[in-house]
């Protein structure tokens, strides 16, 4: 498995932006379809968005296409997620993860590696 560190967290105002990072440790993080996922207060955790591990493919969850990007660098062994247009109920711990042929699901059962998460906080 790969060992995943996730930065970049913080408090911004609603319709400011984020930049998430995570960084991998683990020499075939170039194998790796890498994910992002989110769990706020009292609710389970949910899809965001993940990324084929040749980078040619991306899949968003519907309530953050246009304002969310995910994107790697396999030579840095690091995946991002840049977030625009912040929301309130975008509020959330945010979570990366990877897995081996992960890239066609959304359930977070079926991504065997998890980094420890950030939090994000979007004040109104």
């Known amino acids: 498995q790969v060992q995943l560190v996730e930065s970049g967290g913080g408090l911004v105002q609603a319709g400011g932006s984020l930049r998430l990072s995570c960084a991998a440790a683990g020499r075939t993080f170039s194998g790796y379809d890498m994910g992002w996922f989110r769990q706020a207060p009292g609710k389970e955790r949910e899809f965001v968005a993940a990324?084929?591990?040749?980078?040619?493919?991306?899949y968003y969850a519907d309530f953050v296409k246009g304002r969310f990007t995910i994107s790697r660098n396999n030579a840095k062994n690091t995946v991002g997620l840049e977030m625009n247009d912040l929301k309130p109920e975008d509020t959330a711990v945010y979570y990366c993860?990877?897995?081996?042929?992960?890239?066609?699901?959304?359930?977070?059962?079926?991504?065997?590696?998890w980094g420890q998460g950030t939090q994000v906080t979007v004040s109104s």
């Open positions: 990324m084929r591990w040749s980078g040619r493919s991306t």
């Open positions: 993860a990877a897995g081996i042929g992960s890239y066609s699901t959304t359930q977070s059962s079926r991504w065997p590696s």
